[in-house]
């Protein structure tokens, strides 16, 4: 860049600008994947009987486990923060990898879960219950991933040579709003039977 | 943010994980309060992910500690959120309506389910013909895992 | 928040790194706010070309069925839905939002707001690079097998889930694509125009000083913003139905249709207000001007449009009034819908009290914004009917409703933008466009326009069916006894395109021999007229302007210029 913008710069609110614009992506994801959620509970109430047949069989054991990397990557990831907050590179890497790591272990999980579903015989199109599943889960399967790619780039193009900081906080956010889906997706695809 | 006096964020993590736990337990043991287990499954269930999600929007996302606009913004996209589903709701979730009803035979889908079910089919001498909500058998978990 | 001290030194000193830029790094990927507005506006136009001419076309098929159509021959039933289909989608996603909202957004927000950029440019060029990529998908997808998508614009299934059903198996997914990305787009774009003007504003600058234009952009993003998330969803969900066979808008296979235009309309209601709340600020701002005097009620117009975006999100099944919704629901969505019109009806009043008493000049651009008035009025007050369930039964799918909205679409999308290219020119381009060519133009488009719309009024209120490809073959949905007006309608649409020749070609003469305007042709008040006519790199020059009145301060007594602009130092004894 030959040189800075200075609206940039500026913070009439108060909130940086990186992060006020995060709040309003995560603000609209909301109502992304509210969307999805709210088309699927309507169709939920509508054949509670049959989809509570069908949801019988999504596996809660991975659903739990895939909970808990989440839950443990959304620690590593604040701590990712509080060691940027320090200027710790080294520390900063360290937590955003093993932030990545846990999202590897969710991606893995996720995969294995998926074989064993269409293993068993139930695909995108066996039913309107598993093509919400495969949605609503690879639509937060996406954004995991884009979460992890985003993570690895701030930690090898920013952290590690000590630039803009404030990325690590603000992809920080992300993540967790991507925990906080998984936060409902899970009961909703994985417990409510 | 430094300086904020918020508790540490391994001790918030710590109850997530708890929260965690008791919603998976949630299910296992709602039998055991019989009229009541679907309320139990519910309340453990999701009661505990919107604390759960609290607890990560308050603390991790520093959301108690932030300026109002952001705590307003979210709150307004997922009140929205509201809105929409009450409003489609009155057709979208139901099967019949003052003057219209859907074509459905949900007796027929809750057959075609069961027969492709393969937590009830792997073993035929199970008693899995119940399909009501909540009253899930407590013995798939670890079977499916493989 | 060590990065948000950054010292304030303007780009004065940096102009010598700005010379030698290529044609390609300067024009096409340029992160400079004013040349993406320009590459939004002149995609926009161009778009606005291809959607007024496939409404000439099937227009034509409307007053002469059956017969060769002048620039495309006959016309097939596949193809007439198709035209239709994409010529709703065209002048909505891809003329209204860019022009309107993303060309003036990024052209002014900065300017008025006194930065000297979007705070994201880089995230602003790629938001136009993936709107451009979209109109192409688009545009590749009307010469694909079958055709372009032919399912209308608000694309409900099961016409649109089904290849066998809408005869487009490739246009249909084609065309969702496209509009997907046109939203993804526009999220990215409206991101930016809101952080812009929350965090970036100038020095002073406070809430009530932002320009009235400014406010309803950003008004109309964070509606953009919070109305699209479900369709993005039911888009995702409609494309699996079309392209892997899912069921979720298949009512034999447990999918209920219906939602789909609950997703829909959730962000389409909503998506009107997007467009007509910058098309009111561009009136706003050019009615203020031109009536020398301070803006009515400024406040007040400000919450109105508050409270006109929260309540858009109540009225949406209003347009669903006869697919089954339930009808004790119809009861809500009626009431809120005829709530509506009172702060539209607020904001309108105010614009006519500002007239009163003021020094009126009418220039062509005041003249198109007095008609957006006028006219956009006939369009809300025929929604009157239309938002009521019991007429709404009677008149649903008829012509009446194809008039009203164009009584809206078109004020805002046509009327609004002249109006705003008009006023704005001199500062786009350091010339003025030649007036009397504008009036010529100006009076060629509404008495056409009016032309046009007045007679399918008529129509629909005869009980004439829209989207009937030939009148003949449907004896109970569309007579011959009306094909008088058909034919009127489709003269005034020829005749109203050809006006627009004249708008063309006095555009691109402007360009190059316009009178020069100078800094303030229009002796305006707000902070893009007191920069070079077309502004520098970098805005403002070497200090950022500060700030210290409204935007509004027209004749005020005791000065001796009519003017106040924003940034002028108040005298010591004033204080």
């Known amino acids: ?193 | 943010m430094a300086g904020h006096n918020h508790p540490s964020y391994l001790k918030i993590y710590i109850i997530l994980v708890v929260l965690f736990a008791v919603s998976v337990i949630g299910p296992e043991v709602a039998p055991m309060f019989g009229a009541y287990a679907k309320a139990v499954v519910l309340l453990t269930a999701f009661g505990i992910a919107i604390w759960k999600a609290y607890l990560v929007c308050a603390y991790f996302m520093h959301l108690k500690f932030e300026k109002v606009y952001a705590p307003y913004i979210l709150l307004a996209c997922l009140s929205l959120l509201f809105v929409f589903f009450f409003g489609t709701a009155t057709d979208a979730m139901f099967s019949n309506g003052h003057n219209w009803f859907k074509d459905l035979d949900e007796e027929a889908m809750v057959k075609e389910a069961e027969a492709r079910s393969y937590v009830l089919n792997k073993d035929s001498h199970g008693d899995h013909g119940d399909h009501g909500h909540g009253a899930h058998d407590d013995h798939g978990d670890e079977d499916k895992a493989h | 928040m060590a990065e948000v001290a950054h010292a304030e030194v303007g780009h004065g000193d940096h102009h010598d790194d700005h010379h030698e830029q290529s044609f390609w790094s300067k024009y096409i990927f340029s992160t400079d706010h004013k040349i993406i507005g320009f590459q939004y506006m002149f995609t926009g136009m161009a778009m606005a070309l291809i959607g007024g001419y496939f409404a000439y076309v099937f227009r034509m098929q409307l007053a002469f069925p059956g017969a060769s159509i002048p620039f495309w021959g006959t016309l097939s039933p596949a193809a007439y839905n198709s035209l239709v289909t994409n010529h709703g989608t065209i002048m909505i996603f891809w003329v209204a939002m860019p022009v309107l909202i993303a060309a003036m957004g990024n052209f002014l927000i900065p300017l008025m707001i006194g930065c000297d950029d979007m705070v994201f440019p880089k995230v602003n060029r790629l938001s136009f690079q993936i709107f451009l990529l979209s109109a192409i998908v688009l545009i590749i997808s009307f010469f694909v097998p079958g055709g372009g998508f032919g399912g209308a614009w608000t694309a409900y299934p099961p016409l649109s889930a089904k290849a066998e059903f809408n005869a487009t198996p490739f246009g249909a997914p084609l065309w969702l694509i496209a509009v997907t990305l046109e939203i993804v787009a526009f999220l990215l774009g409206g991101i930016n125009f809101i952080t812009t003007t929350m965090n970036a504003r100038a020095k002073g600058m406070k809430m009530y000083d932002i320009p009235i234009i400014v406010w309803m952009i950003v008004i109309a993003s964070i509606l953009f913003m919070c109305s699209v998330g479900p369709l993005v969803a039911g888009a995702v969900m409609l494309l699996f139905d079309q392209t892997m066979g899912t069921a979720f808008f298949d009512a034999n296979a447990g999918g209920d249709p219906v939602l789909w235009q609950h997703l829909f309309w959730f962000f389409g209601h909503p998506e009107v207000y997007v467009v007509l709340l910058p098309a009111m600020g561009i009136v706003g701002e050019v009615t203020c001007t031109f009536a020398r005097k301070k803006l009515f009620a400024y406040k007040l117009i400000l919450y109105s449009s508050v409270g006109l975006g929260i309540l858009s999100f109540f009225v949406w099944a209003h347009h669903q009034f006869i697919s089954g919704v339930d009808p004790r629901a119809t009861y809500l969505f009626t009431t809120t819908t005829l709530l509506i019109s009172i702060p539209v009806a607020i904001i309108m009043f105010a614009y006519i009290a500002t007239l009163y008493g003021g020094s009126i000049r009418f220039t062509t651009a005041m003249l198109f914004g007095l008609a957006f008035t006028g006219e956009f009025l006939l369009g809300g007050v025929t929604g009157i009917w239309l938002g009521s369930s019991g007429t709404d039964i009677y008149l649903h799918d008829t012509y009446f409703v194809l008039a009203h909205f164009h009584y809206t679409f078109v004020p805002i999308a046509i009327i609004a933008t002249f109006a705003a290219i008009y006023y704005w020119f001199p500062k786009m381009f350091g010339r003025k466009m030649n007036e009397t060519w504008g009036k010529i133009h100006f009076w060629g488009t509404i008495i056409p326009f009016n032309g046009i719309f007045i007679p399918l009024f008529i129509l629909g209120a005869g009980g004439q069916h829209r989207r009937i490809y030939n009148y003949q073959n449907f004896p109970d949905l569309a007579g011959a006894d009306m094909q008088d007006m058909r034919v009127f309608a489709t003269v005034s649409l020829i005749i109203m395109l050809i006006f627009q020749l004249v708008f063309i070609v006095n555009f691109i003469v402007s360009l190059k021999r316009g009178e020069k305007a100078g800094k303030n042709p229009w002796k305006a008040n707000t902070l893009e007229w007191i920069t070079e006519s077309p502004p520098p790199h970098g805005n403002f020059g070497a200090t950022m302007p500060e700030v210290y009145r409204g935007p509004y301060e027209y004749s005020v007594e005791g000065r001796e210029k009519d003017y106040w602009p924003q940034n002028e130092k108040p005298e010591p004894e004033n204080r």
Request: aromatic share 18%; with cysteine.
């Open chain 1, 1 to 193: 860049m030959a040189h800075q913008i200075i609206a940039t710069g500026r913070s009439r609110t108060g909130i940086p600008t990186g992060r006020l614009a995060v709040w309003w992506v995560i603000g609209s994801e909301i109502l992304i994947f509210g969307g999805l959620i709210a088309s699927y509970l309507l169709n939920r109430f509508n054949h509670g009987p049959s989809w509570s047949v069908e949801a019988a069989n999504t596996n809660t054991f991975i659903g739990a486990c895939n909970t808990f990397w989440l839950l443990t990557s959304s620690l590593f990831v604040v701590y990712a923060h509080a060691a940027s907050e320090r200027r710790d590179a080294a520390k900063t890497r360290m937590w955003i990898w093993l932030t990545i790591l846990l999202g590897g272990f969710f991606m893995g999980f996720k995969t294995y879960e998926y074989a064993t579903e269409i293993h068993h015989g139930f695909t995108l199109f066996t039913s309107n219950f598993w093509s919400f599943y495969y949605t609503a889960t690879g639509l937060h399967g996406f954004h995991v991933l884009c979460g992890m790619v985003i993570l690895a780039l701030i930690a090898e193009r920013d952290v590690k040579h000590e630039k803009n900081w404030h990325r690590v906080e603000n992809i920080g956010l992300y993540w967790h709003f991507v925990d906080i889906v998984w936060i409902f997706l899970f009961p909703l695809m994985y417990i409510a039977k």
